[in-house]
């Protein structure tokens, strides 16, 4: 019998998006959340759908939502703030685990503090960021087999008003992103202390990008073992790349530049509406020589809806069927062809160069 689905956080933007898309996936999670009366009425226009109350401020709360095979899916964030308790009911617990942070630290610490004592499946970062550049990177790898020895992930935003299209939770996450401490992985995890920028060709033009820690630093070398380099780079800054690499070098700077990056999301939220976005995501694979073997486009809409999506799909993979315990990468979790499909269902798939 498959487990429950439940969905904590059900009443922001991403759990709400969430919550319809497994509804419409053919699925009836119980809604979690700390407003019952918002709890409520969302449940009620999806047919009636099961609420419970829990909040992040009272662990034993969110740990009371979850039972054995139970997959979790954690949307409350910042998830440096807020995650731990989802993600230490779901492992207590044995109840499967999903979330849709952008933060590199914690997908960090699933990794390596919470994975080798888990009891069930720990899957972080099922969304834009990293589900797509996971996915790229393995058709990339999967091409060019045992020869892929380094593998760069770039991505990159598109569309009318790009900053006016990005939630202000998207922009704080976003400035922490190009403030925190960075690792990347050289035969194994190393930390960076530095960002570092390189250039993209995307859709027949030049774009930069700077490093940035990620899922696909964990989860590609753990499908493909003749990995060696993993590198991941954000491109939302277009031409203020090199600049806000170098004020993310020292610790005054790098407030500043989250002081900077708040202020914009301000000034694009007077300005009223919403802007249109479009994903692109590059991965190019290298050999041992550094000789380019081959790279691999995907491109889509929305990455809001998008990690709905992906959240959706990959909650309900794990309803269903057995997969390996501990923190996973989405490849190692579903295989290869199952992500590719479920990206493509959620609205990012491949296209040519």
Same mark, same amino acid.
């Given at each position: 019998?498959?487990?429950?689905?439940?969905?904590?956080?059900?009443?922001?933007?991403?759990?709400?998006?969430?919550?319809?898309?497994?509804?419409?996936?053919?699925?009836?999670?119980?809604?979690?959340?700390? +407003?019952?009366?918002?709890?409520?009425?969302?449940?009620?226009?999806?047919?009636?759908?099961?609420?419970?109350?829990?909040?992040?401020?009272?662990?034993?709360?969110?740990?009371?939502?979850?039972?054995?095979?139970?997959?979790?899916?954690?949307?409350?964030?910042?998830?440096?703030?807020?995650?731990?308790?989802?993600?230490?009911?779901?492992? +207590?617990?044995?109840?499967?685990?999903?979330?849709?942070?952008?933060?590199?630290?914690?997908?960090?610490?699933?990794?390596?503090?919470?994975?080798?004592?888990?009891?069930?499946?720990?899957?972080?970062?099922?969304?834009?960021?990293?589900?797509?550049?996971?996915?790229?990177?393995?058709?990339?790898?999967?091409?060019?087999?045992?020869?892929?020895?380094?593998?760069?992930?770039?991505?990159?935003?598109?569309?009318?008003?790009?900053?006016?299209?990005?939630?202000?939770?998207?922009?704080?996450?976003?400035?922490?992103?190009?403030?925190?401490?960075?690792?990347?992985?050289?035969?194994?995890?190393?930390?960076?202390?530095?960002?570092?920028?390189?250039?993209?060709?995307?859709?027949?033009?030049?774009?930069?990008?700077?490093?940035?820690?990620?899922?696909?630093?964990?989860?590609?070398?753990?499908?493909?073992?003749?990995?060696?380099?993993?590198?991941?780079?954000?491109?939302?800054?277009?031409?203020?790349?090199?600049?806000?690499?170098?004020?993310?070098?020292?610790?005054?700077?790098?407030?500043?530049?989250?002081?900077?990056?708040?202020?914009?999301?301000?000034?694009?939220?007077?300005?009223?509406?919403?802007?249109?976005?479009?994903?692109?995501?590059?991965?190019?694979?290298? +050999?041992?020589?550094?000789?380019?073997?081959?790279?691999?486009?995907?491109?889509?809409? +929305?990455?809001?809806?998008?990690?709905?999506?992906?959240?959706?799909?990959?909650?309900?993979?794990?309803?269903?069927?057995?997969?390996?315990?501990?923190?996973?990468?989405?490849?190692?979790?579903?295989?290869?062809?199952?992500?590719?499909?479920?990206?493509?269902?959620?609205?990012?798939?491949?296209?040519?160069?």
């Amino acid at each position: 019998m498959p487990g429950r689905i439940v969905v904590f956080g059900a009443t922001g933007y991403t759990g709400t998006l969430t919550a319809r898309a497994l509804v419409e996936y053919g699925a009836r999670p119980v809604l979690a959340g700390r +407003d019952t009366e918002a709890l409520g009425r969302l449940a009620a226009e999806l047919g009636g759908l099961e609420t419970a109350w829990a909040d992040a401020g009272e662990p034993r709360s969110v740990r009371a939502l979850v039972e054995h095979d139970d997959v979790l899916v954690s949307t409350v964030g910042p998830y440096a703030r807020y995650g731990r308790a989802a993600l230490e009911a779901a492992v +207590d617990a044995g109840a499967h685990y999903l979330d849709c942070t952008g933060e590199p630290p914690f997908i960090r610490e699933v990794f390596e503090r919470y994975g080798p004592k888990a009891r069930s499946a720990l899957i972080p970062a099922v969304g834009y960021q990293y589900l797509p550049g996971i996915l790229a990177g393995a058709l990339a790898l999967d091409r060019v087999g045992d020869d892929g020895f380094r593998v760069d992930i770039g991505y990159f935003l598109g569309g009318s008003e790009l900053f006016r299209g990005l939630s202000a939770g998207t922009l704080d996450s976003v400035a922490g992103v190009a403030t925190v401490p960075m690792y990347t992985f050289r035969g194994r995890i190393h930390d960076e202390s530095h960002p570092r920028v390189r250039d993209f060709q995307v859709a027949g033009r030049s774009r930069p990008g700077l490093s940035i820690g990620a899922g696909e630093h964990f989860a590609l070398p753990a499908s493909y073992p003749a990995l060696y380099e993993v590198n991941a780079y954000l491109g939302w800054f277009g031409r203020g790349t090199r600049p806000v690499a170098m004020l993310a070098r020292g610790q005054a700077t790098r407030y500043g530049l989250r002081l900077g990056l708040s202020a914009m999301a301000r000034l694009a939220r007077r300005r009223g509406g919403k802007g249109t976005l479009t994903s692109r995501i590059v991965a190019v694979a290298y +050999d041992a020589e550094g000789a380019l073997l081959t790279d691999v486009h995907l491109s889509g809409g +929305d990455p809001y809806q998008f990690t709905a999506n992906a959240l959706s799909w990959a909650a309900c993979q794990l309803s269903r069927h057995m997969v390996e315990t501990g923190a996973l990468g989405p490849v190692r979790a579903f295989g290869l062809s199952e992500v590719e499909a479920g990206c493509a269902m959620a609205g990012i798939a491949r296209v040519t160069g």
